[in-house]
């Protein structure tokens, strides 16, 4: 059985910096992407970063760009977001997406999700 599991999400101020982690089991990613997708409330999920599990590129939303940065630790089966400049807008649940193909922007086309951590991002 797959799971991928998320942790890391909490309470911050505007400013501030978070780590979230998604722990894969099951199965392993390699030649696949993996992805951070939110969801803010009321809004659409959208995509925050993916990464490729073999070689390590990566690909992110513009609103992020500069500020996250997606990385994997293979030993572990493990992919970080780590997420520096928070700012309010980044509230939202976060999840964590497995079996893409390629750099995969669209949700549709991960086949395995994570059941997200809760970003709140205060002023």
């Known amino acids: 059985q797959v799971q991928l599991v998320e942790s890391g999400g909490g309470l911050v101020q505007a400013g501030d910096s978070l780590r979230l982690s998604c722990a894969a089991s099951?199965?392993?990613?390699?030649?696949?992407?993996m992805g951070w997708f939110r969801r803010a409330p009321g809004k659409e999920r959208e995509f925050v970063a993916a990464?490729?599990?073999?070689?390590?590129?990566?690909y992110y939303a513009d609103s992020v760009k500069g500020r996250f940065t997606i990385s994997r630790d293979n030993a572990k089966n493990t992919v970080y977001l780590q997420m520096n400049s928070l700012k309010p807008e980044d509230t939202a649940v976060y999840y964590c997406?497995?079996?893409?193909?390629?750099?995969?922007?669209?949700?549709?086309?991960?086949?395995?999700w994570g059941q997200g951590t809760q970003v709140t991002v205060s002023s």
């Open positions: 990464i490729r599990w073999s070689g390590g590129s990566t």
């Open positions: 997406a497995g079996g893409g193909s390629y750099l995969q922007t669209s949700a549709m086309g991960y086949n395995y």
């Open positions: 099951g199965r392993t990613f390699s030649g696949y992407a």
